[in-house]
């Protein structure tokens, strides 16, 4: 029987690329998201912010797609500056997307969960979780909660059969960077720098970071709980020397 998958912020980027390679895989997969994709993804307008939505949205996954092994928590939004630099409005919406919303859809999915035979989260944290980045406080903090809850959760439903992992993309080229690029004063030197930061000299592709969620996603990877896979060009684990 395939596995029924959902992917939060199925409608871009690496939720995008992951529900493209999980379909690949054979398995059925809904996409929750602001702007949802179409065919041949099961799409589901949902906000990640508003729990009886997500509640209404998992709901209709299962029905749709006859029950759920996997939840990719994956739907996120960024956030630019120091710890002075946000109001605590911008704090709250940030956490409430990329925190509170994979607490909701995790919540609302569990009970289906349960029943699966091959029950899997991953959630997208991402480098700043590990690393210190400049201007970029908020987002951090975010990310930090991200990798933190994936541990905990782990733990509480390991038991149940539920493995919970995490992704740990590098900067990675998607719309969301495309966007941030287009912002900069100059976006090649801006890119240039994103490249040299990463030991690869590259941006992680989106595929790069599905083909991880998809392998800890599937049974493949059934002896792995609490761990989080970095993708990131080398960025967290290495150290080089300079070149010139
Ligand atoms: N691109 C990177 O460099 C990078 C690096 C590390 C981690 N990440 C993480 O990867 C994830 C995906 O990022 P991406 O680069 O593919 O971004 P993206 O902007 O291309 O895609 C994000 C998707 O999430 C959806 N979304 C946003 N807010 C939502 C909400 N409230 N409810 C439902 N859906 C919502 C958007 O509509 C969009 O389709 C995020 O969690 C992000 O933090 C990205």
Redo the contacts with the bound molecule.
């Keep these: 029987m395939s596995l029924r998958a959902i992917v939060?912020?199925?409608?871009?980027?690496?939720?995008?690329?992951t529900a493209k390679l999980l379909a690949e895989r054979g398995m059925k997969v809904a996409c929750?998201?602001?702007?949802?994709p179409g065919e041949p993804f099961v799409g589901i307008r949902?906000?990640?912010?508003?729990d009886a939505a997500v509640r209404a949205a998992v709901a209709e996954a299962a029905e749709r797609l006859g029950g759920i092994d996997v939840l990719v928590?994956?739907?996120?939004?960024?956030a630019q500056g120091t710890v002075e630099d946000n109001p605590d409005s911008e704090w709250q919406r940030v956490f409430?997307?990329?925190v509170l919303?994979m607490v909701r859809v995790s919540r609302a999915a569990l009970p289906y969960l349960r029943r699966s035979e091959h029950a899997s989260i991953v959630n997208?944290?991402?480098?700043?979780a590990t690393a210190g980045l400049p201007a970029r406080a908020l987002?951090s903090a975010?990310?930090g909660a991200?990798l933190s809850l994936t541990l905990a959760m782990a733990a509480d439903h390991v038991r149940e059969g539920i493995r919970v992992n995490c992704?740990?993309?590098?900067?990675?080229?998607?719309?969301?960077?495309g966007?941030l690029l287009d912002k900069a004063d100059d976006p090649e030197a801006e890119r240039q720098a994103l490249n040299a930061r990463q030991p690869m000299g590259r941006?992680?592709s989106?595929e790069e970071?599905a083909a991880a969620i998809a392998y800890l996603a599937g049974p493949e990877a059934g002896a792995t709980t609490g761990t989080a896979l970095a993708v990131d060009g080398g960025m967290q684990g290495l150290r080089l020397r300079p070149t010139s």
Excluded: F
């Design positions: 939060t912020g199925g409608g871009s980027g690496i939720g995008l690329a929750l998201d602001l702007d949802p949902a906000d990640v912010t508003d928590n994956n739907a996120g939004i960024g409430d997307v990329n919303g997208t944290c991402s480098i700043a987002y975010t990310k991200v992704v740990n993309p590098g900067t990675a080229d998607t719309p969301w960077i966007r941006l992680v989106a970071v």
